[in-house]
């Protein structure tokens, strides 16, 4: 199955990569523009850089308020609370005020000492504050205001998760999608492409793996430096234990949300919560420059 159709499109602060396999080219492409139409619309509902989005309305919610929310953003934030949950709080999304002072931090507007105080407040408010979503009905109430969502750690797995249903409706069985460096969607066709290779790097190992129908996510800090926290404490001044962490799993969402959890925590939480996911499927990570692979079966 040699031909295959490559589409780019920029939303979500990244670029995604649709190559789709198996289809002729006008269908390809019509579907391609239905794929990149689905992100923006998500984009709109989930970013908290847009005025008028869903998260931007939940974060402007006075006490005692409450906000009707389209499906895909009570979707998303169920499975951010499932993720929260499964991660013992590594990954937790209302973290928007911390995302906002690191950023003015390392644009210079503020100094350590400011940045500090500012963390050590958003951190006391955050965690004094209640913010319910209804798991009924696509509906956010603003118990105590203090705590303010960003969909980043997870916008993008969730798009990458709609699309496969689009997909599905579509009949494209074999493509990949990914949204940058971060996150790959991989879904075939096993008896047209058994499957796809996808490498792994880190300073004095490198892997080549074969995956089939499989999502895999990568976090660290050698592209971006120290951008990831511990939103348990506020704070990214932690030792972390790995150079790049990699996690496959069922599904966009999870493999997006646990690269980064996992990027924080120690080995002990990591092996209980592979041990007893029903989405996550393995983990590789880097650490002094060598590569390790853990998958689920080795810890039975």
């Known amino acids: 199955m040699s031909n295959s159709h490559l589409f780019e499109h920029q939303a979500m602060a990244t670029y995604f990569k649709l190559n789709i396999y198996n289809e002729v080219e006008d269908y390809a492409k019509n579907a391609a523009q239905q794929v990149f139409k689905l992100i923006d619309e998500l984009e709109d509902k989930l970013s908290r850089f847009r005025p008028d989005s869903d998260i931007s309305r939940i974060n402007k919610l006075k006490k005692d308020e409450h906000l009707p929310i389209d499906f895909e953003t ?40 400011e940045t500090n105080k500012a963390l ?20 956010v109430y603003c118990v105590n205001p203090g705590m303010y969502f960003d969909l980043g750690g997870i916008g993008k797995g969730y798009a990458l998760d709609k699309v496969d249903e689009l997909m599905r409706d579509l ?27 996808y490498p792994i790097a880190s300073k004095f190992d490198r892997k080549v ?4 129908n499989i999502s895999v996510s990568a976090s660290g800090t050698f592209h971006q430096g120290s951008h990831i926290f511990d939103p348990r404490t506020g704070r990214n001044d932690f030792t972390p234990t790995f150079e790049r962490v990699w996690v496959a799993a069922k599904t966009a969402t999870y493999s997006d949300a646990f690269s980064t ?19 996550i499927l393995w983990i590789a990570y880097a650490i002094d420059g060598k590569l390790t692979i853990l998958e689920k079966n080795e810890l039975n």
């Open 261 to 279: 959890a996992f990027f924080i925590l120690d080995m002990a939480n990591i092996e209980s919560i592979l041990q007893s996911s029903d989405q």
């Open 209 to 212: 793996l074969e995956l089939s």
């Open 74 to 113: 009570w979707e998303a934030l169920k499975l951010a609370i499932n993720c929260y949950t499964d991660s013992e709080g590594a990954f937790d999304v209302g973290v928007a005020e911390h995302m906002k002072i690191f950023r003015a931090a390392k644009q210079g507007i503020l100094n350590e000492y």
């Open 171 to 197: 009949e494209i069985e074999t493509y990949t999608l990914s949204a940058g460096d971060s996150t790959l969607l991989i879904k075939n066709n096993v008896d047209l492409k058994p499957f796809f290779t």
């Open 120 to 139: 050590e407040k958003a951190q006391t408010e955050k965690n004094a504050a209640s913010i319910y979503v209804d798991p009924e009905q696509p509906r």
